[in-house]
């Protein structure tokens, strides 16, 4: 499947001080907003280290941010063609869909994603798609059904602190302030760390300023 390497990428791949120079242009391209010749050196380090999906994620959220969506969603169904059940990539294209207006077709490739999982019996990764789903109800306006689905994975799982978190975010949103605190509370007595919940969030829904700063409610 991989096409033979031209003698940059060959160069690249054997050279691991080429490689971390490449990083740290790529560092001053992104804070200095030169978005373009970014992803010029995110190609090249893909080209290099195919087997380095964090280059793929970085390489699609940037080409969503210059607008190109539909290249972002190639990317992410590359990433999912090599791990069907990869969180990141379901969940930000499930954002990228639904932002398409593309409403049916994103359950629909969710529930492809459950199939999966529930097939491979991977219930971790079937808990993770639910979420994702719950999420894209929550963004559909079904808000019922999402709290419904939320609740159902609590019920499941009472020690996932994730259902509580989202639960929690969107009380807030309707000013049910004390099933919000409610929701919060238990999200802090199960979570010690919070950064699995934040990752889960932060990358896609906090860029599109869903939640602001209601997690410090």
Known sequence: MQNQST????FLESNAEAIESLKSLLQQKLENGQDEEALKIIKLLVSAQPEVTEWKFLMARLL???????DARNVFEEILVANPLSFEALFENALLMDRCEEGEA???????????????????????????MAQIQFL???????VKSYQELSKEDPKDFRPYFCRGMIYSLLDRNEEAKEQFAKYRELSPKKFEVEGYLRTSLSRMKLFGSNEKN
């Open 7 to 10: 003698p940059l990428q060959a």
């Open 106 to 132: 994103v359950i629909r490739r969710l529930q492809g994603a459950l199939d999966i999982a529930e097939e491979e019996n991977k219930v971790k990764e079937a808990r993770d798609v639910r979420l994702i």
């Open 64 to 70: 969503n941010e210059t607008g190109r969506a539909q």
């Open 140 to 146: 559909q306006k079904n808000v019922e059904e999402a």
